[in-house]
């Protein structure tokens, strides 16, 4: 067993890696220029949901209390006229990416840790590195794509954003893999 301390480097370069590689994906028009088009009527669903402050957070609309009210008429009745929503709802004013992007830098360290613990329990100091390519590259896709297909399944998230964000789990995992076969211990 690989100890997990042994492994900082490749969890810290590979998270650096992957940032840049993802910077670079969702900053250019590539392939997730299309995940999430522009509603129609913006401007008029803006006004009319503007003076209802409704505070940041995760909606479904319509939303029932338990399974009574989901089998009654009435509410069967609320979804055939929608609009049936999931909502997520941002405080107003600018983005704050640095937040936003400090907190993905965090998010590639986690994933990071959590892929050396399985690499370290399943590989040994001076294994051979396309067997630490190979757990590598498979937990590190589990990370980072996997959790993500159950908002398609269950909320109706466009699988093809779904699976564009696969793809880039694909190449998250196989950098991820690459740094930690290149620098195993």
Not at 2 to 12: D, E, G, V
Not at 110 to 128: K, Y
Request: with cysteine; aromatic share 12%; hydrophobic share 55%.
């Amino acid at each position: 067993m690989t100890h997990l301390s042994a492994l900082w480097l490749p969890i810290l370069l590979s998270a650096v890696i992957v940032f840049i590689a993802s910077s670079i994906i969702h900053m250019t028009p590539l392939w997730h220029k299309s995940d999430y088009p522009k509603m129609p009527n913006e401007e008029k669903v803006m006004d009319a949901l503007r003076p209802l402050a409704i505070p940041p957070g995760d909606y479904m609309v319509p939303r029932c209390s338990n399974m009574q009210e989901f089998k009654s008429p009435e509410f069967t009745e609320k979804l055939k006229r929608g609009p049936v929503m999931v909502v997520t709802v941002m405080p107003p004013g600018p983005m704050s990416m640095g937040r936003n992007m400090g907190l993905w830098f965090v998010y590639l360290l986690v994933i990071g840790v959590f892929v050396a613990a399985v690499a370290s329990s399943a590989a040994e100091p001076g294994a051979n590195h396309m067997r630490v390519f190979h757990i590598v590259a498979l937990s590190a896709f589990m990370a980072h794509t996997l959790a993500i297909w159950q908002m398609s399944i269950w909320y109706q998230r466009a699988w093809s954003a779904t699976l564009k964000a696969t793809f880039d789990g694909v190449i998250y995992a196989l950098l991820t893999a690459g740094v930690f076969g290149w620098l195993w211990a």
